[in-house]
């Protein structure tokens, strides 16, 4: 999303404090500080930091109180429409470094509708608690050069979530109250706070998903909304059918090029073979430890070759290299995969918000059914998703089919799906689009789940409109195609 984006690693920093006292007062108290955000070039964004009170659960009447935090970056118009306010994916990712990109770079120049709200969801960043595991814990006991079965990382799994469950249930957090509906009752109390009669959303990735819930249970306040890589309301599990239809895509745009299909003739088929060869006999490598600059033996599963893949799939620059990376592999080459592998098990539970908001989303019934029998039959199995027994754990109580079921709404939507996109396909938009009176679709060509749609001189002007109010069709722009690493 061109150079604008260096500024949010610069961010990061700002947003590693997990446990600051909540603040003392009442629902709805809100304080304004002085803020400098890091921006582009070593910059810095002047704004306001908002600290909002809200019930940690709104059900329970004695509820504690925590703090929801939001950067302001006023608005450049004379005469400015609704705040927008972003919301980051992950879940987890702070709006603060987004909301200086798309707000201050002049390629895009939001601040010229209105003013731009970085908003911090509960558990995250600035807001309090901030549930972000400590340096150091809550990783899973899986070893690095004994080989463990399906079962026996499984209760490692189990183990770390309970570990980290407790942890937070011990510092006083409810992690009942950290799910999307909470959450998207924490917008309304920011608009309100704001003294905002509407709003204005962009949200991408878990961003649209909360988007989303703010248009049922809040639409009336909301003028329009940006949803991008959308994650439907039933959509937070992926189907194994939808990655399958993706290595499947990527096998045909391999056979049309000429140099790596002389290479690769079969990826699908090469792809099953590996894993069927993992399945048979895992494989053991060394790789640098990068934590502690030494040679570490590393097993490596069939397991780990799934997860590995699933990772690539769905953004562009990976997908770019992922052939040649399997085609090292099958000659015999596993320095990727034994890295890849070591990173994976040396990766500590991130954030307790994560894992509860995705858990608390669920699935249905129909769709867990669906998930389970599609396992069985493709290729990389269930390596999408949590396991069921883990998502359990994190997912009590759950939001219920009320929460996924289908909606209505007449807000002004633009939703964005990107055509290489494994984790929100097309698709999840196209089964929620009847329910959106006013919405429209653009799918871009050759864009995976990261927002390089914006790369796209027509997108933004598309997106422009959008937020000058202008009718916008649904279309189809394209990026460029894939540049393949040729092995």
Known sequence: MLATLSIW???????????????EGEAGDLRWESFSAPGPRGSTIDGELGRLLVPENRSDPDSRLIEIAFFRIPS???????????????????GIPIAVAFGTDPVYGWRNYGDVIGLDQRGVGLSRPNLESPEGMFLADIAFDEFMDASERLQASLAVSRDCIEYWTEQGVDL???????????????????GAEK????????????????????????????LSKVEGPDHTFKLPSTIQAHLEQLDGLIQENEALSAKIP????????????????????????????????VVITADDLRDAIINQLGYRSRLEQLPASLWRIAQGDYDEIAAMTLAGRSFPLYSAMQMRMDAASGATEARRRRIAAEAKEFILGDAANFAPEVAALWGTPDLGDSFRGPMTC??????????????????????????????????????????????????????????????????????PPLNFEIP
């Open 199 to 226: 709003v204005v959303l962009h949200g991408n990735s878990y961003g649209s998903h909360l988007g989303l819930a703010i248009l049922r249970r809040h639409g009336e306040h909301v003028e329009r909304a940006l």
């Open 76 to 94: 450049t118009s004379e005469n400015p429409g609704p705040p927008i306010v972003m919301l980051a994916g992950g879940p987890g990712g702070s």
């Open 9 to 23: 690693t610069g961010c990061l920093a700002l947003f590693l404090s997990t446990d600051s006292p909540v603040a």
């Open 176 to 194: 009942a109250s950290y799910n999307t509906q909470e959450s998207a009752d924490d917008v309304n109390d920011v608009r309100l706070a704001l």
């Open 410 to 479: 007449d807000v002004p939507v633009l939703f964005v799906s990107g055509t290489l996109d494994a984790r929100t396909p097309v698709q999840n938009v196209e089964e929620i689009l009847d329910g959106f009176s006013k919405a429209a679709h653009v799918i871009v060509e050759n864009c995976g789940h990261a927002p390089m749609e914006f790369r796209s001189s027509e997108m933004r002007d598309l997106m422009t409109h959008f937020f000058q109010g202008k009718l916008v069709d649904s279309t189809r722009v394209s990026l």
């Open 266 to 297: 079969d990826f699908l088929g090469m792809v099953e073979e590996l894993i069927d060869q993992f399945d048979e006999e895992p494989v053991w490598a060394t790789t640098t430890n990068p934590a502690t600059g030494k040679e570490q033996r």
